[in-house]
């Protein structure tokens, strides 16, 4: 059964991802800070590196993605949350569907 979160702490909370201490404690930090930790975490078990993965060209597109998964949790429609991000409603659905950002809140 199909069924759709529209909170992306709740979809992780239910995947046992993060708990509510893990969130007291991404909430102390800014979002330079987490990307930081994300990337140095990634890198730890690989000596450091990468290799195969442009992080300086692929960051727009990072960013972008959780920005649009960002505006469909604190959004109550998706005219309200191309509003917030300010995109006219159908360039915000082309970039849904570009992003496929609906697809990551379906819960199978």
Same mark, same amino acid.
């Given at each position: 059964?199909?069924?759709?979160?529209?909170?992306?702490?709740?979809?992780?909370?239910?995947?046992?991802?993060?708990?509510?201490?893990?969130?007291?404690?991404? &909430? !102390?930090?800014?979002?330079?800070?987490?990307? +930081?930790?994300? =990337?140095? *975490?990634?890198?730890?078990?690989?000596?450091?590196? %990468?290799?195969?993965?442009?992080?300086?060209?692929?960051?727009?597109?990072?960013?972008?993605?959780?920005?649009?998964?960002?505006?469909? &949790? !604190?959004?109550?429609?998706?005219?309200?949350? +191309?509003?917030? =991000?300010? *995109?006219?409603?159908?360039?915000?659905?082309?970039? %849904?569907?570009?992003?496929?950002?609906?697809?990551?809140?379906?819960?199978?």
């Amino acid at each position: 059964m199909k069924t759709n979160i529209t909170s992306t702490i709740t979809k992780l909370k239910d995947l046992n991802k993060v708990n509510d201490q893990a969130l007291v404690c991404i &909430s !102390s930090l800014t979002i330079e800070e987490l990307i +930081a930790i994300k =990337l140095e *975490l990634a890198s730890q078990n690989i000596n450091n590196r %990468l290799y195969g993965f442009d992080i300086w060209r692929r960051t727009p597109y990072i960013v972008r993605d959780g920005i649009l998964k960002f505006s469909l &949790s !604190s959004s109550k429609s998706k005219k309200d949350a +191309a509003r917030l =991000l300010g *995109l006219s409603y159908a360039e915000y659905m082309k970039h %849904l569907k570009n992003y496929k950002t609906r697809e990551y809140f379906i819960n199978d």
